[in-house]
């Protein structure tokens, strides 16, 4: 199985002015949904690269530290559970309850990352909003 693996950017003022000239051009240049950003010699950009390219470099401008990593397409369930922030015991629950889908790899059983990232999503989300109906309901009693 494929390493984690990152590196991380560190871009001095020149480049950060260069990435910032970049972001408006691309803001400008911005295509419709569905249609492909053309540029000179280069391939054209779908409109989701085009914005995941404008807030790397709109990051980079800002002058904060970017770094980017690579997830293998599929987890075994150790690194998954790290991913995720849980035990490999929870995980192994979700696999059998059905809340994360996987597969066999021989006797081991695999994830698929994109599974991974929309099972943290949602769990993103339910945090938030119990942590919405937490908040409303010290307003509904008046709790500071």
Not at 19 to 35: D, K, N
Not at 49 to 71: K, M, P, Q
Not at 87 to 115: I, Q, Y
């Amino acid at each position: 199985m494929p390493e984690l693996g990152s590196s991380t950017v560190f871009a001095d003022p020149a480049e950060r002015r260069e990435a910032a000239r970049l972001v408006a051009f691309l803001e400008r240049s911005m295509p419709e949904r569905g249609e492909r950003l053309a540029l000179a010699g280069a391939p054209e950009l779908t409109p989701d690269f085009a914005d995941l390219l404008a807030r790397v470099l709109r990051e980079i401008a800002d002058g904060h530290t970017v770094t980017v990593g690579s997830i293998p397409p599929e987890l075994t369930t150790t690194v998954a559970a790290e991913q995720l922030g849980v035990s490999r015991t929870t995980l192994m629950k979700w696999v059998r309850t059905g809340e994360l889908p996987s597969h066999k790899v021989g006797t081991h059983t695999r994830v698929k990352t994109a599974d991974v990232v929309a099972l943290r999503n949602r769990r993103i989300r339910a945090q938030r909003a119990a942590l919405e109906e937490l908040l409303a309901l010290e307003d509904d009693f008046d709790i500071e």
